[in-house]
């Protein structure tokens, strides 16, 4: 039931020392495509007045969170979701952050439209942050030789799959209302993106 990720339990600590320089003091987090649930449970304990919402479009992913949910007794992760952010309505409604780790490049192009559109209309002007993490390439250019060699062997499993530029990325935030405000590098060649909402994104407002 509860499956463990070797990346996730080095990753969460150095996700939640950035997310600590980040967050205010409470908030509403959705985390799309939480995995196996080790980094939800981190942040809930870090970040206890925040609520935290954990999903995936995986029911085997749906059963591990919810084994470390319970297990951690956290009152303030909810029950988690099945959400694929390619389909909406996503069955949540307003939130102040949505992060989403190490999804973007093991996932099809059209998934990170989703997750910037989707994460728009449902952030607070001004307020609202999206955070994603995971390895990027910059102007073109992927480095070290690790993150080329994943970069091939994710583009072997799947020809859709594969490490996204800053410069993609940054387009699609401007397109969706919201802005790149801040880039911290992490571990193991990975960066954590933050994405700040820049104007009045059309808000979606739908039964829970
Ligand atoms: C490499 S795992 C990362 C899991 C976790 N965030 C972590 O870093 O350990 C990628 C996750 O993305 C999820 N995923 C793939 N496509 C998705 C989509 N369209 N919408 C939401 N999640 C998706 C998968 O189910 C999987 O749990």
């Known amino acids: 039931m509860k ?47 925040w ?21 951690s007794e956290h009152l303030n992760i909810r029950p988690a979701l099945r959400l694929d952010v390619c389909v909406e309505p996503w ?11 190490n ?13 910037f559109g989707g994460a728009a209309r449902r952030l607070p002007p001004k307020e609202g942050l999206l955070v994603t993490y995971g390895p990027y390439s910059e102007n073109g250019v992927l480095e070290p030789e690790s993150n080329r060699a994943f970069d091939r062997s994710l583009r072997d499993r799947n020809p859709a799959w594969g490490i996204r530029d800053l410069t993609e990325l940054d387009r699609l935030a401007t397109t969706s209302g919201l802005e790149r405000t801040e880039t911290f590098e992490m571990p193991a060649n990975n960066r954590l993106l933050v994405f700040r909402c820049v104007g009045a994104a059309s808000s979606v407002t739908q039964a829970t």
Do not use: C
């Open 103 to 115: 999804m973007i490049h093991i996932a099809p192009f059209e998934a990170a439209v989703a997750l």
């Open 3 to 49: 499956r463990h990720s070797p990346s996730a339990e080095r990753n969460k600590g150095p996700i939640g020392d950035v997310l600590g320089h980040v967050l205010s003091a409470s908030g509403r987090a959705l985390e799309v495509a939480s995995g196996s649930g080790q980094h939800v449970v981190e942040l809930a304990r870090r970040f206890p007045s």
């Open 91 to 101: 069955p949540v409604d307003a939130v102040d952050l949505v992060l989403a780790i």
């Open 51 to 71: 609520s935290w919402q954990p999903t995936d479009p995986d029911p085997d992913a749906i059963a591990s969170i919810e084994a470390y949910r319970t297990e």
